[in-house]
């Protein structure tokens, strides 16, 4: 079970990375690429996963922290679609949207790593 919550912790940060990356690589014209909704989707499948091995386990967990992180990444994941919606559809994305997709992948992060 141990090697299984290492490759989703893997995953998850793929998707990290997919999210912020193209966030990053995109800041002079910001947009929402389609393959930051695949990372944002990457995140909450493995978060989800990971959170259900917790018990399996015996893992210590900060529940609140973990319902923080979640509700991020839903918000992530929401403003993702709409934002490679309106690239599919040739539509402009917002500043602020796509700034809102990376700018909350990178809190979701912080609080990550920073939060003990």
Avoid: C
């Amino acid at each position: 079970m141990s090697i299984l919550y290492s490759i989703l912790v893997f995953l998850h940060i793929v998707g990290a990375a997919m999210i912020v990356g193209y966030w990053i690589a995109t800041m002079k014209e910001p947009t929402v690429h389609p393959r930051q909704r695949d990372g944002a989707f990457l995140q909450l499948l493995t978060g989800i996963a990971m959170m259900g091995l917790i018990p399996a386990l015996d893992m210590d967990a900060n529940y609140f922290k973990l319902g923080i992180k979640f509700a991020i990444g839903l918000a992530v994941a929401v403003l993702a679609v709409i934002g490679s919606r309106k690239v599919k559809k040739g539509e402009p994305v917002s500043t602020g949207l796509a700034h809102g997709v990376g700018g909350l992948a990178l809190i979701n992060i912080a609080i990550a790593t920073i939060w003990n």
